[in-house]
């Protein structure tokens, strides 16, 4: 397939500009989710919270820990995970749940990935009340380096345009390619560092997960929540998968991007 760039450059820099048009679509389907139902979006977060109290408990006894230090670690790795898994698994379908809006209007695509990734954001803010209580609970101390958050956020946003963009394309290529994602990270959930430390690992196995690109993307978020800054390592490969990531997409997308209504 010859690549069309420009028609690419279009479609992406009207989609990421159309700010009005992907947040309204995004808040739109986070309200059609939970419709009729009392508390709405807090019952995953009500889940959530139900899972991370149960686990940190029984996990935080059986490796001799303080509940008041791992129940903390425990929360910001699965609200950060959450929000990872959730915006990666349903970006596999970005392009299927959105076939009418593509066939009927001339809309970007890209905006449909857009509207995504903000609606995982809203879903992180709700989750994110989970994490104030466990902070009540355990007494965290606030620092400044809690603010690096917002790049942190900012960096797995852009990350989750890209990783949808290429994933919904082989999605409506290759329909097993959702089925193999939730798989991937079903896995990837226990051996990422979300419910047991990094230091914990030892030898080759700890060399190994600190290249585990899964880990540097929830680093970012975490560790500002638990009051310091992410490592340099980390900034670093969440850096560089995200310039290599959109380069990646912006490759694929030129190309195939024409495709998406007939393979639709």
């Known amino acids: ?91 596999t ?58 790049p942190g956020l900012v960096l797995m946003c852009l990350n989750g345009i890209w990783v949808a963009l290429l994933l919904g394309l082989a999605c409506i290529r290759f329909r ?7 798989t991937i990270l079903q896995v990837a959930l226990f051996v990422t560092p979300i419910f047991w430390t990094p230091e914990q690992l030892t030898g080759r196995l700890g060399t190994f997960e600190q290249y585990n690109i899964l880990y540097h993307y929830v680093a970012v978020v975490r560790d500002p929540m638990l009051g310091h800054a992410p490592t340099l390592r980390s900034w670093l490969m969440v850096l560089l998968a995200t310039a290599l990531g959109w380069g990646a997409t912006l490759i694929v997308y030129s190309r195939f991007r024409r495709r998406i209504p007939y393979w639709l």
């Open 176 to 182: 097993d390619v959702q089925q193999l994602v939730t």
């Open 93 to 150: 379908s970005v392009f299927v749940a959105g076939q009418t809006l593509i066939r009927e209007l001339p809309i970007s695509y890209t905006m449909l990935a857009c509207a995504l990734v903000w609606r995982n954001l809203i879903a992180f803010g709700h989750n994110f009340i989970i994490y104030v209580a466990v902070c009540l609970y355990a007494g965290v101390q606030a620092s400044w380096s809690m603010f690096l958050i917002v």
């Open 1 to 91: 397939m010859t690549p069309q760039y420009a028609a690419m450059w279009t479609d992406v820099v009207r989609g990421l500009t159309a700010v009005s048009m992907w947040s309204r679509l995004g808040w739109r389907d986070a309200r059609l989710r939970y419709r009729r139902t009392l508390i709405g979006p807090f019952w995953t977060t009500l889940s959530l919270g139900l899972f991370i109290v149960m686990l940190g408990i029984i996990w935080s006894h059986l490796w001799k820990q303080d509940p008041k230090s791992y129940i903390p670690f425990v929360s910001s790795g699965m609200i950060a995970w959450a929000m990872l898994s959730t915006i990666t698994v349903e970006g």
